[in-house]
């Protein structure tokens, strides 16, 4: 959220665009809780709820923003994506042109919630606009 609210602050001038890219990494596909859940029918069930709390939080995020930028009359756009957070980026900033990449830091060992685990070096080299990382809030 740090880095919504950075983005958010960048778009002062009248016109400014925001487009947020929601990835949903590979890894939450193959949750299906085989090790723990015993018949198919139960395993549909989960990944079926698994889907939705996803899109719940989804919606969130965008409501969120979209709200916000609407206050601030910012042109908003956004995209999810199912995908590796990196592969993804870089591909849709191939596909469209943005002044600034903004991007949140990954969040710091010991802290609540799940930590990317995605390096941002090889990022800074692939992406030909400017990246700007939010550090984790203290």
Request: proline share 6%.
């Amino acid at each position: 959220m740090a880095a919504e609210q950075v983005a958010l602050s960048l778009c002062e001038e009248k016109g400014a665009r925001l487009h947020h890219l929601l990835v949903v990494p590979t890894l939450w596909q193959g949750m299906t809780g085989d090790d723990w859940l015993n018949n198919g029918s139960t395993r549909d069930r989960f990944r079926r709820y698994l889907e939705s709390e996803i899109g719940k939080e989804v919606d969130e995020h965008v409501e969120r923003i979209s709200s916000q930028a609407e206050a601030k009359s910012v042109e908003y756009s956004n995209e999810l994506i199912f995908g590796e957070p990196d592969e993804c980026l870089l591909k849709i900033c191939k596909k469209q042109e943005f002044e600034l990449v903004v991007m949140g830091s990954p969040r710091p060992k010991g802290v609540k919630g799940l930590r990317s685990r995605m390096s941002t070096k090889p990022l800074k080299k692939a992406l030909s606009v400017p990246l700007l990382i939010v550090p984790y809030p203290q």
